[in-house]
T-cell receptor, first 110, second 114 residues
Framework: QKEVEQDPGPLSVPEGAIVSLNCTYS??????FMWYRQYSRKGPELLMYTYSSGNKEDGRFTAQVDKSSKYISLFIRDSQPSDSATYLCAMVSGNTPLVFGKGTRLSVIA | DAGITQSPRHKVTETGTPVTLRCHQT?????MYWYRQDPGHGLRLIHY???????DKGEVSDGYSVSRSKTEDFLLTLESATSSQTSVYFCAISESRPMNTEAFFGQGTRLTVV
């Protein structure tokens, strides 16, 4: 079993929809949880990160971490065509480099 | 944009030939990483560096070597390229380990081994 599991999609939603992206993980040592966004033929860029459990909100984006269930989510409200990208979850424990999920490809249709 | 430059951006090479990819940064970040990205596998760590001449292996290091003789440059070498190494390669940098502050990625190098 891979350390981080993420449904690759693709996911297609209409403009304005609420999008839910999710990852599960197996390593209970993970402490930092991140979401990266990657546009086609570009490098990933950090969208949000959360330390330990809880929620974090940034504009239309909300990241949630449930360490008891080993489950993280990213919610996008009022989705826009410009949100069309691949979203990668990533996580890290104290002394290891980032471990990424496979990424979920999202298309927001106008 | 963070100052990361990968070169070349695209390369086609023949099986069995050596290939070197270069990552150059202007941020003076201590940590540098090489990832490969493949459909169905996501981003996988090849090697990383935590200082000049200090490197360590990642998840998929077989067939790859790295060198870092200066803070700003991190080279990835495929000693004898194989078709399984056809991929998009990303360099990343971070100020602290283990990337729990923002990590910056380059634009990627698309390598095709024929």
């Amino acid at each position: 079993q891979k350390e981080v599991e993420q449904d690759p999609g693709p996911l297609s939603v209409p403009e304005g929809a609420i999008v839910s992206l999710n990852c599960t993980y197996s390593n209970s040592a993970f402490q930092y949880f991140m979401w990266y966004r990657q546009y086609s033929r570009k490098g990933p860029e950090l969208l949000m990160y959360t330390y330990s459990s809880g929620n974090k909100e940034d504009g239309r984006f909300t990241a949630q971490v449930d360490k008891s269930s080993k489950y993280i989510s990213l919610f996008i409200r009022d989705s826009q065509p410009s949100d069309s990208a691949t979203y990668l979850c990533a996580m890290v424990s104290g002394n290891t480099p980032l471990v990424f999920g496979k990424g979920t490809r999202l298309s927001v249709i106008a | 944009d963070a100052g990361i430059t990968q070169s070349p951006r695209h390369k086609v090479t023949e099986t069995g030939t050596p290939v070197t990819l270069r990552c150059h940064q202007t941020e003076n970040h201590r940590y540098m990483y090489w990832y490969r990205q493949d459909p169905g596998h996501g981003l996988r760590l090849i090697h990383y560096s935590y200082g000049v001449k200090d490197t360590d292996k990642g998840e998929v290091s077989d067939g790859y070597s790295v060198s870092r003789s200066k803070t700003e440059d991190f080279l990835l070498t495929l000693e004898s390229a194989t078709s399984s190494q056809t991929s998009v390669y990303f360099c990343a940098i971070s100020e602290s380990r283990p990337m729990n502050t923002e990590a910056f990625f380059g634009q990627g190098t698309r390598l095709t081994v024929v």
